[in-house]
């Protein structure tokens, strides 16, 4: 079984910044990619962030520039720096790795930008 924590999320102004992290209970140093994933209130659950392993980042239009993926395999961990944040960023940020030929989900972190 693998398991996914996210952590990191919390209440911030607009314009702040929060550095979520995702640790996994088993090495992802082979993993093919990690994403990050938001789903606000009565929305679906959308890609933000993408990295494929050996590959570029790639991030939803509404935060490129704005946000930032990275790992530390060391660590088995993922990261998602943000900064600029808007209250449209609001939601519950979800960490993504594929193993064994399925798809691995944490719990989610909430993220909440107040105007």
């Known amino acids: 079984q693998v398991q996914l924590e996210e952590s990191g999320g919390g209440l911030v102004q607009a314009g702040g910044s929060l550095r979520l992290s995702c640790t996994v209970s088993?090495?992802?140093?082979?993993?093919?990619?990690k994403t990050w994933y938001r789903q606000a209130p009565g929305q679906q659950r959308d890609l933000v962030a993408s990295?494929?392993?050996?590959?570029?980042?790639n991030y939803a239009d509404p935060v490129k520039g704005r946000f930032t993926i990275s790992t530390d395999n060391a660590k088995n961990a993922v990261y998602l720096q943000m900064n600029s944040l808007k209250p449209e960023d609001t939601g519950v940020y979800y960490c993504?790795?594929?193993?064994?030929?399925?798809?691995?989900w944490g719990q989610g972190t909430q993220v909440i930008v107040s105007s």
């Open positions: 990295l494929p392993t050996g590959g570029t980042a």
């Open positions: 088993r090495s992802i140093l082979t993993t093919s990619r």
């Open positions: 993504n790795v594929p193993m064994f030929g399925r798809d691995f």
